[in-house]
Protein backbone atom coordinates (compact mmCIF):
# COMPACT_ATOMS: atom_id res chain seq x y z
CA UNK A 1 0.00 0.00 0.00
CA UNK A 2 1.08 3.75 -0.76
CA UNK A 3 -0.71 7.40 -0.65
CA UNK A 4 -0.44 8.95 -3.60
CA UNK A 5 -2.18 12.16 -5.01
CA UNK A 6 -4.18 12.73 -8.05
CA UNK A 7 -4.74 15.77 -10.04
CA UNK A 8 -7.86 17.30 -9.50
CA UNK A 9 -9.92 20.18 -10.45
CA UNK A 10 -9.57 21.39 -6.89
CA UNK A 11 -6.38 20.71 -6.05
CA UNK A 12 -4.24 17.21 -5.34
CA UNK A 13 -6.84 14.23 -4.72
CA UNK A 14 -5.64 11.88 -2.23
CA UNK A 15 -5.54 7.99 -3.39
CA UNK A 16 -4.45 5.32 -1.47
CA UNK A 17 -3.52 2.49 -3.74
CA UNK A 18 -2.77 -1.32 -2.90
CA UNK A 19 -2.05 -3.97 -4.45
CA UNK A 20 -3.69 -7.58 -3.67
CA UNK A 21 -1.60 -9.86 -1.45
CA UNK A 22 0.86 -12.33 -3.35
CA UNK A 23 0.98 -10.86 -6.60
CA UNK A 24 3.63 -10.01 -8.64
CA UNK A 25 5.73 -6.88 -8.11
CA UNK A 26 6.03 -6.69 -11.35
CA UNK A 27 2.83 -7.04 -13.11
CA UNK A 28 0.38 -4.45 -14.70
CA UNK A 29 -2.29 -5.24 -12.06
CA UNK A 30 -5.99 -4.29 -12.79
CA UNK A 31 -7.54 -1.91 -10.64
CA UNK A 32 -10.87 -1.28 -9.06
CA UNK A 33 -11.31 2.73 -8.17
CA UNK A 34 -13.00 2.82 -5.10
CA UNK A 35 -14.56 5.41 -3.61
CA UNK A 36 -15.57 5.43 0.31
CA UNK A 37 -19.49 5.51 1.10
CA UNK A 38 -20.53 8.53 3.75
CA UNK A 39 -23.55 10.02 2.59
CA UNK A 40 -21.13 12.46 0.83
CA UNK A 41 -20.34 14.25 4.39
CA UNK A 42 -18.05 11.50 6.22
CA UNK A 43 -15.62 8.95 5.54
CA UNK A 44 -12.44 8.49 4.49
CA UNK A 45 -9.47 6.24 2.98
CA UNK A 46 -8.71 4.81 6.92
CA UNK A 47 -12.63 3.93 7.42
CA UNK A 48 -12.43 1.56 4.75
CA UNK A 49 -8.97 0.54 4.37
CA UNK A 50 -10.37 -2.99 5.57
CA UNK A 51 -12.67 -2.98 2.57
CA UNK A 52 -10.04 -2.11 -0.09
CA UNK A 53 -7.67 -4.65 1.33
CA UNK A 54 -10.02 -7.28 1.54
CA UNK A 55 -11.21 -6.69 -2.22
CA UNK A 56 -7.41 -6.21 -3.40
CA UNK A 57 -6.69 -9.95 -1.73
CA UNK A 58 -9.97 -11.80 -3.11
CA UNK A 59 -9.22 -10.29 -6.42
CA UNK A 60 -5.64 -10.61 -6.68
CA UNK A 61 -6.02 -7.11 -8.06
CA UNK A 62 -5.01 -3.58 -7.21
CA UNK A 63 -7.51 -0.79 -5.63
CA UNK A 64 -7.21 3.07 -5.88
CA UNK A 65 -9.34 4.48 -2.68
CA UNK A 66 -10.11 8.04 -3.91
CA UNK A 67 -10.29 10.96 -0.90
CA UNK A 68 -12.62 12.94 -2.76
CA UNK A 69 -14.16 15.93 -1.49
CA UNK A 70 -17.09 15.76 1.00
CA UNK A 71 -20.22 17.96 1.73
CA UNK A 72 -21.38 20.51 2.82
CA UNK A 73 -18.04 22.49 2.40
CA UNK A 74 -18.22 21.08 -1.23
CA UNK A 75 -21.18 19.98 -2.62
CA UNK A 76 -22.62 18.82 -5.66
CA UNK A 77 -21.09 17.81 -7.90
CA UNK A 78 -17.72 18.60 -6.01
CA UNK A 79 -17.17 14.46 -5.23
CA UNK A 80 -18.43 13.80 -9.21
CA UNK A 81 -15.61 15.96 -10.52
CA UNK A 82 -13.13 14.78 -7.91
CA UNK A 83 -13.66 10.90 -8.78
CA UNK A 84 -14.05 10.99 -12.69
CA UNK A 85 -10.82 13.21 -12.32
CA UNK A 86 -8.52 10.65 -9.92
CA UNK A 87 -9.81 7.91 -12.40
CA UNK A 88 -8.56 9.75 -15.51
CA UNK A 89 -5.46 10.63 -13.34
CA UNK A 90 -4.87 6.74 -12.33
CA UNK A 91 -5.41 5.87 -16.27
CA UNK A 92 -2.90 8.25 -17.56
CA UNK A 93 -0.81 7.04 -15.30
CA UNK A 94 -1.33 3.56 -15.15
CA UNK A 95 2.27 2.39 -16.67
CA UNK A 96 4.54 3.76 -14.00
CA UNK A 97 2.02 2.97 -10.83
CA UNK A 98 1.93 -0.82 -12.38
CA UNK A 99 -1.17 -1.12 -13.51
CA UNK A 100 -3.32 -2.25 -16.94
CA UNK A 101 -5.18 0.84 -18.66
CA UNK A 102 -6.86 -1.54 -20.39
CA UNK A 103 -8.73 -2.61 -16.82
CA UNK A 104 -9.88 -0.50 -14.71
CA UNK A 105 -13.00 -0.65 -13.06
CA UNK A 106 -14.98 1.54 -10.31
CA UNK A 107 -16.73 0.83 -7.50
CA UNK A 108 -17.83 2.24 -3.57
CA UNK A 109 -20.25 1.52 -1.57
CA UNK A 110 -23.57 4.02 -0.56
CA UNK A 111 -22.50 7.60 -1.65
CA UNK A 112 -19.42 5.79 -3.13
CA UNK A 113 -21.33 3.28 -5.18
CA UNK A 114 -23.50 6.17 -6.59
CA UNK A 115 -19.90 7.71 -7.65
CA UNK A 116 -19.26 4.47 -9.36
CA UNK A 117 -22.59 3.96 -11.01
CA UNK A 118 -22.29 8.13 -12.38
CA UNK A 119 -18.60 7.41 -13.58
CA UNK A 120 -20.01 4.41 -15.41
CA UNK A 121 -22.39 6.35 -17.49
CA UNK A 122 -19.48 9.12 -18.05
CA UNK A 123 -17.82 6.78 -19.64
CA UNK A 124 -20.10 5.68 -22.38
CA UNK A 125 -20.24 9.39 -23.37
CA UNK A 126 -16.27 8.82 -23.68
CA UNK A 127 -15.66 11.40 -20.73
CA UNK A 128 -13.45 8.54 -18.90
CA UNK A 129 -11.95 5.46 -20.04
CA UNK A 130 -13.76 2.47 -21.51
CA UNK A 131 -14.28 0.68 -17.56
CA UNK A 132 -14.29 -2.99 -17.23
CA UNK A 133 -16.70 -3.37 -14.52
CA UNK A 134 -18.88 -1.70 -11.84
CA UNK A 135 -19.13 -2.70 -8.27
CA UNK A 136 -21.88 -1.60 -6.79
CA UNK A 137 -22.32 -2.05 -2.99
CA UNK A 138 -26.05 -1.02 -1.44
CA UNK A 139 -25.59 2.07 -4.02
CA UNK A 140 -27.24 5.27 -3.57
CA UNK A 141 -29.20 5.91 -6.93
CA UNK A 142 -32.22 8.34 -6.55
CA UNK A 143 -32.10 11.02 -4.52
CA UNK A 144 -36.20 11.47 -4.76
CA UNK A 145 -36.42 8.90 -1.75
CA UNK A 146 -39.64 7.89 -3.18
CA UNK A 147 -39.19 4.35 -3.29
CA UNK A 148 -41.08 2.26 -0.45
CA UNK A 149 -38.20 1.47 1.34
CA UNK A 150 -38.02 4.66 2.78
CA UNK A 151 -41.13 4.00 4.75
CA UNK A 152 -39.93 1.05 6.45
CA UNK A 153 -36.94 1.83 7.61
CA UNK A 154 -37.32 5.16 9.91
CA UNK A 155 -35.69 3.96 13.03
CA UNK A 156 -33.80 1.16 14.98
CA UNK A 157 -31.12 0.78 12.36
CA UNK A 158 -27.68 2.50 11.22
CA UNK A 159 -29.25 4.05 8.27
CA UNK A 160 -32.43 5.52 8.46
CA UNK A 161 -34.92 7.57 6.22
CA UNK A 162 -34.28 10.80 8.31
CA UNK A 163 -30.63 9.83 7.73
CA UNK A 164 -30.85 9.62 4.49
CA UNK A 165 -32.39 12.72 4.01
CA UNK A 166 -30.07 14.66 6.07
CA UNK A 167 -27.08 13.45 3.70
CA UNK A 168 -28.71 14.32 0.79
CA UNK A 169 -29.67 18.14 1.87
CA UNK A 170 -25.75 18.31 2.94
CA UNK A 171 -24.84 17.22 -0.45
CA UNK A 172 -27.41 18.80 -2.95
CA UNK A 173 -27.76 22.72 -3.42
CA UNK A 174 -31.45 22.46 -4.47
CA UNK A 175 -34.45 20.09 -4.83
CA UNK A 176 -33.68 20.42 -8.91
CA UNK A 177 -30.51 18.64 -8.23
CA UNK A 178 -32.46 15.57 -7.21
CA UNK A 179 -33.47 15.04 -10.76
CA UNK A 180 -29.51 15.53 -12.18
CA UNK A 181 -28.45 12.27 -13.61
CA UNK A 182 -24.97 12.65 -12.05
CA UNK A 183 -27.01 12.96 -8.68
CA UNK A 184 -29.57 9.66 -9.17
CA UNK A 185 -28.01 7.80 -11.74
CA UNK A 186 -31.30 5.91 -11.97
CA UNK A 187 -32.62 8.82 -13.89
CA UNK A 188 -30.13 7.91 -16.51
CA UNK A 189 -31.95 7.88 -19.76
CA UNK A 190 -29.10 5.29 -21.24
CA UNK A 191 -28.45 2.29 -19.90
CA UNK A 192 -27.07 0.22 -22.63
CA UNK A 193 -23.17 0.03 -23.50
CA UNK A 194 -22.34 -0.11 -19.30
CA UNK A 195 -19.77 -2.38 -18.04
CA UNK A 196 -21.00 -5.44 -16.52
CA UNK A 197 -21.86 -4.96 -12.93
CA UNK A 198 -21.84 -6.58 -9.54
CA UNK A 199 -24.92 -4.70 -7.05
CA UNK A 200 -24.94 -5.97 -3.29
CA UNK A 201 -28.23 -4.80 -1.77
CA UNK A 202 -29.17 -5.75 1.97
CA UNK A 203 -32.79 -5.96 3.43
CA UNK A 204 -32.60 -3.56 6.31
CA UNK A 205 -32.12 -0.59 4.23
CA UNK A 206 -33.85 2.36 3.25
CA UNK A 207 -32.03 1.99 -0.30
CA UNK A 208 -32.51 -1.37 -0.94
CA UNK A 209 -35.79 -0.68 -2.88
CA UNK A 210 -33.54 1.53 -5.67
CA UNK A 211 -30.64 -0.71 -5.54
CA UNK A 212 -32.94 -3.57 -6.93
CA UNK A 213 -34.48 -1.04 -9.53
CA UNK A 214 -30.46 -0.15 -10.51
CA UNK A 215 -30.19 -3.80 -11.03
CA UNK A 216 -33.25 -4.64 -12.84
CA UNK A 217 -32.44 -1.29 -15.41
CA UNK A 218 -29.03 -3.14 -15.81
CA UNK A 219 -30.34 -6.05 -17.00
CA UNK A 220 -33.21 -4.64 -18.97
CA UNK A 221 -30.51 -3.03 -20.67
CA UNK A 222 -28.77 -6.58 -21.69
CA UNK A 223 -25.97 -6.04 -18.68
CA UNK A 224 -24.41 -8.34 -17.31
CA UNK A 225 -25.28 -8.22 -13.94
CA UNK A 226 -24.49 -9.98 -10.68
CA UNK A 227 -27.48 -9.03 -8.12
CA UNK A 228 -26.77 -10.83 -4.41
CA UNK A 229 -29.14 -9.51 -2.34
CA UNK A 230 -28.62 -10.48 1.60
CA UNK A 231 -31.94 -10.25 3.50
CA UNK A 232 -30.47 -10.33 7.00
CA UNK A 233 -28.12 -7.38 6.88
CA UNK A 234 -28.14 -3.47 7.51
CA UNK A 235 -26.69 -0.62 5.41
CA UNK A 236 -23.28 -0.23 6.76
CA UNK A 237 -22.67 -3.94 7.30
CA UNK A 238 -19.38 -4.16 5.35
CA UNK A 239 -17.29 -1.53 7.54
CA UNK A 240 -18.77 -4.03 10.42
CA UNK A 241 -16.17 -6.67 9.96
CA UNK A 242 -14.49 -5.97 13.55
CA UNK A 243 -17.72 -7.60 15.01
CA UNK A 244 -19.60 -9.46 12.68
CA UNK A 245 -18.51 -12.68 10.41
CA UNK A 246 -21.03 -11.72 7.22
CA UNK A 247 -19.28 -8.85 5.59
CA UNK A 248 -16.28 -11.09 5.33
CA UNK A 249 -18.39 -13.28 3.00
CA UNK A 250 -19.78 -10.82 1.45
CA UNK A 251 -16.67 -9.35 0.16
CA UNK A 252 -15.06 -12.65 -0.86
CA UNK A 253 -18.24 -12.99 -3.19
CA UNK A 254 -17.73 -9.23 -4.75
CA UNK A 255 -13.70 -10.16 -4.88
CA UNK A 256 -14.60 -13.21 -6.76
CA UNK A 257 -17.29 -10.96 -9.31
CA UNK A 258 -14.27 -8.65 -9.80
CA UNK A 259 -11.25 -11.33 -10.29
CA UNK A 260 -13.50 -12.94 -13.42
CA UNK A 261 -14.47 -9.47 -14.38
CA UNK A 262 -11.06 -8.84 -15.09
CA UNK A 263 -10.21 -12.01 -16.40
Not at 12 to 41: E, S
Request: negative net charge.
Amino acid sequence: MRDLAAEGPAGAIPVRLYRGRGTDADRRLPVLVFFHGGGWVVGDLDTHDVICRALANEAGCAVASVDYRLAPEHRFPAAVEDASAATAWLAANASGLGLDPGRIAVGGDSAGGNLAAVLAHLSLDGALPQLAFQLLLYPAVDQRMAHPSYGRFTEGVALTAPGVRWFRDQYLQDTVQQEDWRASPLLARRFSGLPPAFVLTVAHDPLVDEGRAYAAALGGAGIRVQHLHVNDQMHGCLTMTGVMKAPWTMLAMAGAALRVAFS
